[in-house]
């Protein structure tokens, strides 16, 4: 099918969030004409940042009220659109007839347009490796598009691994709905840990690891699960995934692409980063507690031998894509930049820092 054409309609759901509003940005500086879809545009809090858009006031973008929770509310807004992104989150990820269900809601207005020729479908690395079982890394530790977890645990259960099941299923049924119908083409974006300025100050709620540093910043953090370092994509980057697979005529309907730079930082370094890379601010860099019970801290060097021996690629995305993947180092320091500018975190300093704020 046809990738959009430079400077043509494209929806966005989830534009009031994180990843979302760097999608809806960065298409507005590459020319694109922009149907930010939020569930409240009268609300300051969340669309202000997007009203203060450049190409808000001329009316390139404009912003739209819909639900995904109810069926139709996008129908008006693809019609004439050349592309959709949808970004946005579900209502929730443990119920699987639900998660079928608001797909079908958005399959239904792309079908209705009949002017959307590409959709681009923000997944998750969750959706590739998101395991019941850790041995399943060392049995297949090459992590790439076509690595899905262990589909067949039994272990494998909505209530465990709703987000993960969820992601697939919304994968699968865009890719079959494409199919059927013939005009147009979905493409799967997974995104990794996404990490970057914030650009308003509700998101830094949002996330989760922009949450996480700022917890960092106010001098508490605590091991990932499993001692999982963190895989890492700046949002910037990862926007630039989504627009790139909307632009590609490489790609293909059913297709899948991660977005990561493969930068693997263990979250220790990620806290002690802020005061290496912002020396001048005076980051009372906090002592990473670990919540685990002691059956899990006894296998700690294990797991962590377990990640080590994980290779992450990202070969297919920067195929199809021009993104050149900023280094973990450059989207934590705008990551705690935005922190402090936009959401006015106050940091925990060390002694003899004051706040410049
Ligand atoms: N952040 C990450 O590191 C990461 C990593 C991998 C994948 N992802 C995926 O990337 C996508 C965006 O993540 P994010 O971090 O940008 O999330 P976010 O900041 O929490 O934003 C998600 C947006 O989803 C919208 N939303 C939630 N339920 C909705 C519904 N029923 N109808 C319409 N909109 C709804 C919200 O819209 P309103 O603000 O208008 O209420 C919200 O702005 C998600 O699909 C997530 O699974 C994120």
Redesign the pocket.
């Known amino acids: 099918m046809a990738p959009v054409p430079k400077g043509g309609t494209v929806a966005v759901?989830?534009?009031?969030?994180?990843?979302?509003g760097w999608v809806t940005r960065r298409l507005l500086d590459k020319g694109y004409r922009v149907r930010a879809?939020?569930?409240?545009v009268e609300d300051p809090v969340?669309t202000t940042f997007l009203k203060e858009m450049p190409g808000y006031a001329s009316g390139r973008l404009t912003l739209h009220a819909?639900?995904?929770?109810n069926a139709g509310c996008f129908d008006a807004i693809f019609t004439g659109c050349h592309g959709v992104c949808h970004?946005?989150?579900?209502?929730k990820y443990d119920d699987q007839d639900y998660v079928k269900m608001?797909c079908d809601h958005i399959i239904d207005s792309v079908n209705k347009s009949g002017t959307v020729s590409r959709v681009i479908v923000?997944?998750?690395?969750?959706a590739v490796i998101s395991e019941a079982d850790i041995q399943e890394f060392v049995r297949r530790p090459v992590l790439y598009e076509d690595r899905y977890p262990d589909e067949h645990n039994p272990r494998r259960t909505a209530e465990r691994q709703g987000?993960s099941m969820g992601?697939i299923i919304a994968q699968r049924s865009f890719s079959d709905a494409a199919e059927r119908n013939g005009t147009w083409d979905a493409i799967t974006c997974?995104?990794?840990?996404?990490v970057g300025p914030i650009q308003s100050a509700h998101?830094k709620d949002?996330?989760?690891?922009q949450h996480n540093i700022e917890m960092m910043l106010l001098g508490e953090y605590h091991q990932n699960g499993a001692y999982r370092p963190w895989m890492t994509v700046d949002v910037r980057d990862d926007a630039e995934c989504h627009i790139g697979l909307l632009e590609s005529v490489d790609v293909k309907n059913g297709e899948r692409y991660i977005a990561w730079s493969t930068d693997t930082p263990n979250v220790e370094d990620i806290c002690a980063g802020i005061d290496r890379l912002l020396p001048e601010l005076g980051h009372d860099t906090p002592e990473v507690t670990d919540p685990f019970p002691d059956r899990i801290k006894e296998r700690e060097a294990e797991f962590r031998a377990i990640w080590e021996g994980c290779e992450l690629r990202n070969d297919r995305i920067r195929s199809v894509t021009s993104v050149n993947f900023r280094p973990f180092d450059e989207s934590l320091r705008d990551c705690v930049e935005s922190l402090l500018t936009v959401a006015k975190v106050q940091p925990k300093l060390k002694p003899g820092f004051t706040s410049r704020l």
């Open positions: 759901t989830g534009s009031a969030g994180f990843i979302g879809c939020v569930r409240d969340r819909a639900d995904l929770d970004v946005s989150h579900v209502s608001v923000t997944s998750s690395i969750a987000y992601k997974c995104p990794a840990d996404n998101q949002m996330g989760p690891w």
